[in-house]
């Protein structure tokens, strides 16, 4: 029963660095979304994606970039070109309706740009 | 434009005692939803409650009970004798419908519990 996965776990990055988040989901959800989550802030929305081959921006996209693979399971999330300001800890989370149900969240990802 | 208030930012209690977690929320839409979701020590958030904003029926799960009111534009939630394993950070969220089908999630600030042995 694996719900929702991110990998990795934690990261350090230089700035200027790229990397990618992957998550993956086995509930069969049209729904996916990426947050993130900064002290005293809460969760933001920074992307998401309602199906297979789609995504939209959220509240705080600018530096980030997803890809909703064919597989319609996976959800990307990209940073091109680290800066510091996106450390934080980072939330992959799907639902069966678009944010209106349940979601389920995977385990996070810390992120330190240094 | 949407709105969670959490002004609880920590609350400390002793094992056993009641907690009120308080939410407050502005909207301007007539249909909504309301969440609670909990954030453990290990990280990752668990759904707790959803409300929709026709349904001010409060409910109760086991220890755990929620307070809607549309009157005051609160949610508040309550743990009864509470245990250590509460010992979490408590979000609260909405999602409005600003317009045609476009949600918008927002989330509360976060209350962290700390329920001492």
């Known amino acids: 029963n694996a719900g929702v996965t991110q990998t990795p776990k934690f990261r350090v990055l230089k700035t200027g660095q790229s990397m990618t988040l992957l998550c993956a989901q086995d509930m069969n959800h049209e729904y996916m979304y990426w947050y993130r989550q900064d002290p005293g802030m809460g969760l933001r929305l920074i992307h998401y994606s309602v199906g297979e081959g789609t995504t939209a921006k959220g509240e705080v996209p600018d530096g980030y970039n997803v890809s909703r693979l064919k597989k319609k399971q996976n959800f990307l999330l990209g940073l091109e070109s680290a800066a510091p300001s996106q450390t934080s800890v980072y939330f992959c989370?799907?639902?069966?309706?678009?944010?209106?149900?349940?979601?389920?969240f995977g385990q996070g990802t810390r992120l330190t740009v240094v | 434009a949407q709105k969670v208030t959490q002004a609880q930012t920590e609350i400390s209690v002793v094992e056993k005692e009641d907690v009120t977690l308080d939410c407050v929320y502005e909207?301007?839409?007539?249909?909504?939803?309301l969440f609670w979701y909990k954030q453990p020590p290990s990280g990752e958030l668990v759904f707790l409650i959803r409300r929709n904003s026709f349904d001010e029926q409060n409910e109760i799960s086991g220890r755990y009970s929620w307070n809607f009111q549309k009157s005051t534009s609160s949610f508040n939630f309550t743990i009864t004798a509470s245990q250590v394993v509460d010992s979490a950070v408590y979000f609260c969220?909405?999602?409005?419908?600003?317009?045609?089908?476009?949600?918008?999630?927002?989330f509360g600030k976060g209350t962290l519990l700390t329920v001492n042995p």
């Open positions: 989370a799907s639902s069966y309706e678009f944010l209106v149900s349940e979601a389920f």
């Open positions: 909207t301007r839409d007539t249909t909504y939803y």
């Open positions: 969220a909405l999602t409005g419908d600003s317009g045609g089908s476009n949600y918008k999630l927002t």
